[in-house]
Structures are given as structure tokens and as C-alpha cells.
């Protein structure tokens, strides 16, 4: 079966110093694989999708960038973080061609 | 605003009612799916209607879907406290081909016991 595991759970960070945030998919290959955020109380915003190994495509100009090193790995990562970086991050992922997606727990990021 | 808005935000009910649950879209799409969030957690498939459908049951779920409204409506029948949660509705984009869902704003529905 497939699964999908996102770290850290939770994690508090300084303003200006760097982020990196990790998703990986097991139980399947050439997955299109998905960053979104969450505001508090709202809907998700789609950051960064990928159909394929160092294939992204950037939905929103922000401080963010992903990267997609191994085929069931998607990296977001930050050189610098912003206080409004902060949000609830999922990564997810769907089976190409597919439709629906199946998520991660999620990281919850506070940017102090 | 964005592609797919839940109405209302929020519904509180009490256990054993139905909950109804609203999702309007702006595009032409593929299908239409429906998602359930917990507090503080990931989201969960629920319910996925093709644009050719107009309803579609799972237990005791039951979408329908008015593509000339571009609207979606999710029921929930005889509600539980463990229903408890936000719900979204999630469209691809039928305009464009991009099949990365687009999120609305949600509904948080509470069903008191």
C-alpha cells in the first residue's frame, strides 16, 4: 500500500534563517507530488506541483521554492524565512493521470 | 475569490441531524471531489463526482453536482459527534487541463451530541 510521511510535525524558526521541509511517497512510482499551505481557518493554497523528477511548476511568487531530487521525494525549501511564512504545510501526492489526492499530516511552521 | 467556496463557514448540529454543505467553482471541470480535514491533520478522500454525474451516494454521504450552476452540494445524513471537522470541496481545472486541485475555503462543521 502507499503511503506518505511529511516531517516535522511542528516546527518554530527564527525569521531569516533557512527552511527545509521533507515528503516522501512509498508504495508507488512517477507520482505527481503537491505542496500546499494552510491558513488558520482557511482553504489550501497550492505552492509548488511536480510530475516528475526536478520537473516543478510554481503556482505562486513567494519567498518558497521546492525541489523534487528522487522520484517519490519533494523537498520546500527557504533561504530566508518571513513571519508571514508561517501557515500549515501539506505535501501530497496522486498516481499519474490520477485524480485524487492523498495527503500528509502535515508541518505546522511558526516563524518567530 | 477563489475556484471552490463552501457555504456556510461554519454549521453547528446536533447529533443524528443532516448536514448540508454547499461549494460553488468558477471553471469548467473533470470532476469534483470532496475532502474531510481534522483538526490540525492532513485531509482525507471522501467523495469524487465526474463532471457527467449529477449524484453520487457513499454510505452516508451523498454529493450532487449542477455543472451548469457550477455548484456542489455534499449531505450528510444522521450526523455524528465523530463527523465533527472541516470539509472542502476540491475542483481540477476542465479550462486549462492542470489537474492539481484547487482547494476551497471550507465548511467546519461541529455536531454536537
Known amino acids: 500500500s502507499q503511503t506518505i510521511h511529511q516531517w516535522p510535525a511542528t516546527l518554530v524558526q527564527p525569521v531569516g534563517s533557512p527552511l527545509s521541509l521533507e515528503c516522501t511517497v512509498e508504495g508507488t512510482s512517477n507520482p505527481n507530488l503537491y505542496w500546499y499551505r494552510q491558513a488558520a481557518g482557511r482553504g489550501l493554497q497550492l505552492l509548488f506541483y511536480?510530475?516528475?523528477?526536478?520537473?516543478i511548476s510554481s503556482e505562486v511568487p513567494q519567498n518558497l521554492s521546492a525541489s523534487r531530487p528522487q522520484d517519490r521525494q519533494f523537498i520546500l525549501s527557504s533561504k530566508k524565512l518571513l513571519l508571514s511564512d508561517s501557515g500549515f504545510y501539506l505535501c501530497?501526492?496522486?498516481?499519474?493521470?490520477?485524480?485524487?489526492?492523498?495527503f500528509g499530516q502535515g508541518t505546522r511552521l511558526t516563524v518567530v | 475569490s477563489q475556484q471552490g467556496e463552501e457555504d456556510p463557514q461554519a454549521l453547528s448540529i446536533q447529533e443524528g441531524e443532516n448536514a448540508t454543505m454547499n461549494c460553488s467553482y468558477k471553471t469548467s471541470i473533470n470532476n469534483l471531489q470532496w475532502y474531510r480535514q481534522n483538526s490540525g491533520r492532513g485531509l482525507v478522500h471522501l467523495i469524487l463526482i465526474r463532471s457527467n454525474e449529477r449524484e453520487k451516494h457513499s454510505g452516508r454521504l451523498r454529493v450532487t453536482l449542477d455543472t451548469s450552476k457550477k455548484s456542489s452540494s455534499l449531505l450528510i445524513t444522521a450526523s455524528r459527534a465523530a463527523d465533527t471537522a472541516s470539509y472542502f470541496c476540491a475542483t481540477d481545472n476542465g479550462d486549462t487541463g492542470r489537474r492539481a486541485l484547487t482547494f476551497g475555503s471550507g465548511t467546519r462543521l461541529q455536531v454536537q451530541p
Open positions: 501530497a501526492w496522486s498516481k499519474t493521470g490520477g485524480t485524487e489526492a492523498f
Open positions: 511536480s510530475v516528475g523528477i526536478g520537473q
